[in-house]
T-cell receptor, first 115, second 114 residues
Framework: GAVVSQHPSWVICKSGTSVKIECRSLDFQATTMFWYRQFPKQSLMLMATSNEGSKATYEQGVEKDKFLINHASLTLSTLTVTSAHPEDSSFYIC???????????FGEGSWLTVV | AQSVTQLDSHVSVSEGTPVLLRCNYS??????LFWYVQHPNKGLQLLLK??????LVKGINGFEAEFKKSETSFHLTKPSAHMSDAAEYFCVVSDWGGNTPLVFGKGTRLSVIA
């Protein structure tokens, strides 16, 4: 089946620094990728929808200047958390939609801890 | 607008007994419906999906779900629970064919007692 790889799985960064999370579709082209955030014991919250070659569409309440999303190719989208703060610590998950069909596949997620 | 309601936040069953995780949805269009499972500290794994074909959908690990349009339900079942089934389960809806994001239910935590 289709595989979505997310890297890094775990990252710790200092407050005020930036960290980048990559989401790759390994064996298919993904015209659309989605970024979610999950707080402990809660459901996933959609942060933004990323279409290849265009600007991401952010959900209400998500700061686009803080959570930079780039989708430069059909197999790679990146989420950069800029000037990270401890409250940004969370589990971030990306998903990719096959160019054909309606199935969406998820990455394994990335744990971000800001200290 | 789409929405998903998972009726139980926590379900506890004994090993070897049936599992029923309930999900109701609303959608303006013909929906696609999914069940995902999330084990602790892991990403999401697709269990099964309904995309307007057969209303009874069989998934991995012995799970199945039945799409009932009249009841706007998509309940997840398994005849016999296994310890490894203990996880968080999410019911998800998406508009058919579009690039609309998935709408997640709040999740149901399944506990399996030995």
């Amino acid at each position: 089946g289709a595989v979505v790889s997310q890297h890094p799985s775990w990252v710790i960064c200092k407050s005020g620094t930036s960290v980048k999370i990559e989401c790759r579709s390994l064996d298919f082209q993904a015209t659309t990728m989605f970024w979610y955030r999950q707080f402990p014991k809660q459901s996933l919250m959609l942060m933004a929808t990323s279409n290849e070659g265009s600007k991401a569409t952010y959900e209400q309440g998500v700061e686009k200047d803080k959570f930079l999303i780039n989708h430069a190719s059909l197999t790679l989208s990146t989420l950069t958390v800029t000037s990270a703060h401890p409250e940004d610590s969370s589990f971030y998950i990306c998903s990719a939609k096959l160019a054909s069909g309606n199935t969406i596949y998820f990455g394994e997620g990335s744990w971000l801890t800001v200290v | 607008a789409q929405s998903v309601t998972q009726l139980d936040s926590h379900v506890s069953v004994s090993e070897g007994t049936p599992v029923l995780l309930r999900c109701n949805y609303s959608s303006s269009y013909s929906p696609s419906l999914f069940w995902y499972v999330q084990h602790p500290n892991k990403g999401l794994q697709l269990l099964l999906k309904y995309t307007s074909a057969a209303t009874l959908v069989k998934g991995i690990n012995g799970f199945e779900a039945e799409f009932k349009k009249s009841e706007t339900s998509f309940h997840l079942t398994k005849p016999s629970a296994h310890m490894s089934d203990a996880a968080e389960y999410f019911c998800v809806v998406s508009d058919w064919g579009g690039n609309t994001p998935l709408v997640f239910g709040k999740g149901t935590r399944l506990s399996v007692i030995a």
